[in-house]
């Protein structure tokens, strides 16, 4: 691209770019269908509380999937009620499940499945007490280990187990991969270091397998409940924990909700503390590339303005304003931009255009 004709593009977006909201399946939740009572009732006797509409319940799935509150009731809590509800919804659909069954099988499920508006939703978590996770998610390569009298084994296709890391991903909007556990799995991560944790022995087939992170998680088998030892990381963030449920659905639940609430505190919003900061911006060779660059800026969760300064050769220099402190986090995550270096002086982030 020549500078002249640079130039144009760059008097062409010289005004301050509001940043349109990202159409995601974040903005997707799903709740379970009661069969239709014998005669009519809104009242549960046995639990002594009030039925509430499906699509509420579809709506909190949402707005725990993009705060990371893992178990909490958004919805009771920011006070909505169907009708509210309702209004946020843009479609919605009744389908069946398969899920596990207590002998062992499968049983089908009737499920409600809800579209909300992502720009209103955003505004509404927003305007809360709660942080907002934007839409740059890791993938995760997860290992699995059951331990029997001491001896740990890879854990093999799992249908149940497959079920819930599947719930869970939806859940949490947290991609999950398992390995296909060929040789060069096996070589490089063995169960001893699963159930050890030592998330580092992964990092060769994090990468090959194309995840941002790794999770490692011990199933051990008690005689009424399951227990999970958990270890995981990405980038400079590692953790460990342990869990346990009634059943080994549980402690994926429990385990992947308190991932996803570190995830979200990392990656959190605040509308509140929005900042300016330069990227420089090299390897745009076409008009094609310029354009795709600048929407994708745009596109960045908590990125409010992207307002074009200079150009010169095949390299540009944008002004952002971000309410996040995660930038190079979300760009790594999700971007064309291949990372070069920080100009600790200036704060300026200096990429490549990996096009």
């Known amino acids: 691209m020549n500078v002249p004709r640079l130039t144009l593009l760059l008097l062409a977006a010289a005004g301050w770019c509001q940043c349109a909201a990202a159409q ?60 509210r509800a309702g209004q946020l919804a843009l479609a919605s659909q009744y389908r069946n499940v398969a899920v596990p069954g207590p002998d062992g099988g499968f049983v089908e499920q009737r499920r409600l499945r809800v579209d909300f508006d992502p720009e209103a939703v955003d505004r509404l978590v927003d305007q809360s007490e709660f942080s907002r996770w934007g839409h740059e998610r890791p993938a995760f390569l997860v290992w699995i280990v059951t331990t029997d009298q001491g001896r740990a084994e890879y854990l093999e296709a799992d249908p ?53 992170g790794v999770i490692m998680l011990e199933l051990r088998e008690n005689p009424d ?47 509140q503390a929005a900042s300016a900061r330069r990227l420089v911006v090299s390897g745009i060779r076409s008009d094609a590339h310029y354009t795709e660059l600048l929407a994708y800026l745009r596109g960045l969760t908590g990125v409010s303005r992207v307002r074009p300064l200079h150009a010169e050769g095949d390299t540009m220099t944008f002004e952002i304003v971000s309410s996040t402190g995660g930038l190079r986090e979300r760009i790594r995550l999700t971007g064309p931009l291949a990372f070069e270096r920080h100009d600790l002086a200036t704060g300026t982030l200096h990429y490549r255009l990996a096009w």
């Open 160 to 212: 149940v187990i497959d079920y819930a890391l599947e719930q869970a991903a939806f859940r949490y909007g947290i991609p999950l991969t398992r390995p296909i556990l060929d040789a060069n799995d096996r070589i490089e991560v063995a169960p001893a270091d699963i159930r050890g944790g030592f998330t580092g022995e992964a990092l060769e087939a994090m990468r090959r397998y194309g995840a941002d």
């Open 225 to 271: 409940f399951v227990t999970g030892r958990w270890a995981w990381r990405i980038a400079n963030l590692e953790n460990a924990f342990q869990r346990s449920g009634a059943d080994r659905i549980e402690v994926v639940e429990l385990g992947i909700g308190r991932i996803a609430g570190a995830l979200a505190a990392r990656f959190a919003v605040d509308p």
């Open 24 to 83: 995601l399946p974040l903005y997707v939740g799903e709740a379970v269908v009661a069969p239709a009572p014998a005669t009519p009732a809104t009242t549960d006797t046995a639990a002594g509380r009030t039925a509430r509409a499906p699509i509420l319940d579809a709506l909190n799935q949402v707005l725990v999937r993009l705060t990371g509150q893992a178990g909490r009731d958004l919805v009771a809590a920011l006070e909505i009620d169907a009708e």
